[in-house]
Nanobody, 124 residues
Framework: DVQLVESGGALVPAGGSLTLSCAAS????????IGWFRQAPGKEREGVAC????????NYADSVNGRFTLSSDSAKNTFYLHTNSLKPEDTAVYYC?????????????????WGQGTPVTVSS
């Protein structure tokens, strides 16, 4: 079974940093794309960033470009979202998702499997 498990969410002050992890299982590294999404209370889910594990290409939403970066560890089949210069508006539940066709997009409907989410709260 395809499984994604996020971790690393926490309460952090504005200007702080967090690294979120997404541990993937049930499919092979290099065959898919991983996207990160977030949903704040009362708001729609937003695509944040994605990485194509076949070639390492990435894409970032304008709202996080320059502050968030992606990395991955092929040996662990784990993906990371490094968040820096956090703002209160970054407060949300963060989800990772897998697109088994391998396309790196920020559209949630392109993704086939989802994790349970990890909460990030940025205090002002």
């Amino acid at each position: 079974d395809v499984q994604l498990v996020e971790s690393g969410g926490a309460l952090v002050p504005a200007g702080g940093s967090l690294t979120l992890s997404c541990a993937a299982s049930g499919f092979t590294y290099g065959d898919y794309a991983i996207g990160w999404f977030r949903q704040a209370p009362g708001k729609e889910r937003e695509g944040v960033a994605c990485i194509d594990s076949t070639d390492g290409s990435t894409n970032y939403a304008d709202s996080v470009n320059g502050r968030f970066t992606l990395s991955s560890d092929s040996a662990k089949n784990t993906f990371y979202l490094h968040t820096n210069s956090l703002k209160p508006e970054d407060t949300a539940v963060y989800y990772c998702a897998a697109d088994l066709t391998g396309w790196c997009t920020l559209k949630d409907y392109d993704y086939d499997a989802w994790g349970q989410g990890t909460p990030v709260t940025v205090s002002s």
